[in-house]
């Protein structure tokens, strides 16, 4: 491990012991290796990359701004069922977020 870059000689309260010597050739040998802990640094590995949108497919395409679950799935939603607020409205509007007005925001709040 020493030799490898992976471990550092740590002489505990002074007390060499006999292979010492040995350790700290290994040690100098691991410093010099460019995957071993010395050449630590900053992080390099790319965090997988987020998907832009979360899958849609259990979102009704009349709300495209926020995933509300479809009327043929859920049955009728309405504003108390669902933690938005002016939900961009398009289409048929099935669970009726914007049947007061029709301007196409439902759920005014
Ligand atoms: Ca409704
Ligand atoms: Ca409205």
New binding site residues.
């Given amino acids: 491990m020493i030799a490898g870059g992976f471990a550092k000689v740590y002489v505990y309260d002074g007390r060499e012991f006999q292979r010492v010597a040995a350790y700290r050739a290994a040690e100098a040998t691991g410093r010099r290796l460019s995957r071993s802990i010395w050449r630590c640094g900053p992080a390099t590995a790319q965090l997988p990359v987020k998907s832009p949108s979360p899958p849609r497919s259990n979102c009704d395409s009349s709300y495209p701004d926020v995933c509300i679950p479809p009327y043929d799935q859920v049955g ?3 504003c108390a069922d669902v933690p938005f607020r002016d939900i961009r409205v398009v289409g048929s509007d099935p ?2 977020f914007d049947g007061r007005d029709n301007d196409g925001i439902g759920c005014e709040g």
């Fill in positions: 009728d939603l309405d669970h009726g």
